[in-house]
């Protein structure tokens, strides 16, 4: 998504939640409250619009170091940077 595609509630009025292109997507048990792309608009064809977007996080690093130390990983959609999963990793770092 870029900035030319975003809008607010006047260019897009059937999207009553939407916040900068992005609407709640309630709260994923490891991301904590996660936003959605705009349900009005189909944007990626890759996770068909099923990726999470965190809402709360001082930085993506910050959030990613967080899940490591509890043994998480989180699998990015190459097409819109959405987490499209959140997979446990091994001992040994690997994903299982």
Same mark, same amino acid.
């Given at each position: @998504? ?11 009025? /059937?999207? $009553? !939640?939407?916040?900068?292109? @992005? ?5 994923? +048990?490891?991301?904590?409250? $996660?936003? =959605?792309?705009? +349900?009005?608009?189909? !944007? ?5 619009? *099923?990726?999470? #977007?965190?809402?709360?996080?001082? *930085?993506?690093? /910050?959030?990613?170091?967080? @899940?490591? /130390? /509890?043994?998480? &990983?989180?699998? #990015? ?7 499209? &999963? $959140? ?8 994903? =299982?």
């Amino acid at each position: @998504m870029s900035l030319h595609d975003r809008h607010d509630n006047t260019t897009a009025p /059937d999207c $009553v !939640w939407c916040i900068d292109g @992005m609407t709640p997507a309630g709260i994923h +048990p490891e991301l904590g409250p $996660v936003l =959605r792309l705009c +349900p009005t608009q189909r !944007w990626c064809t890759e996770c068909g619009d *099923t990726s999470v #977007f965190p809402a709360e996080y001082e *930085t993506l690093d /910050d959030r990613i170091n967080e @899940m490591l /130390d /509890d043994h998480l &990983a989180a699998i #990015f959609c190459s097409q819109c940077n959405g987490i499209a &999963a $959140v997979v446990p990793v091994t001992n040994d770092g690997g994903i =299982r």
